[in-house]
């Protein structure tokens, strides 16, 4: 069973870049796929992007498709999110998942960190 804690949140003026980590430990975190997720206030949550487990496979939502990248080093157990030109409309709690490609993209991953705050000011 593997947990994820996410660090690298914080506070930018619009346009600007944040990365986010997802560090993992406790299991094999290249035998899984890993998946950002974020929810805003009063908003469902909502999948952001995954990469399976060698890197080679990607998707994005729409809405941060050319402005986010996810990647990782299965050397040090460890996800990223790279986040440029943010928006306001980027701000929410942001959560690192990890668990099947497919359960990713459904939404349903068994695994999840504890979420960091992103917030993005006009």
């Known amino acids: 069973q593997v947990q994820l804690v996410e660090s690298g949140g914080g506070s930018v003026q619009a346009g600007g870049s944040l990365r986010l980590s997802c560090a993992a430990s406790?299991?094999?975190?290249?035998?899984?796929?890993m998946g950002w997720f974020r929810q805003a206030p009063g908003k469902e949550r909502e999948f952001v992007a995954a990469?399976?487990?060698?890197?080679?496979?990607?998707d994005y939502a729409d809405s941060v498709k050319g402005r986010f990248t996810i990647s990782r080093d299965n050397d040090n157990n460890t996800g990223y999110l790279q986040m440029n030109y943010l928006k306001p409309e980027d701000t929410a709690v942001y959560y690192c998942?990890?668990?099947?490609?497919?359960?990713?993209?459904?939404?349903?991953?068994?695994?999840w960190g504890q979420g960091t705050q992103v917030t993005v000011s006009s």
């Open positions: 990469i399976n487990w060698s890197g080679g496979n990607t």
């Open positions: 406790g299991g094999a975190f290249s035998r899984y796929s």
């Open positions: 998942a990890a668990d099947g490609y497919m359960l990713l993209l459904g939404g349903r991953p068994n695994y």
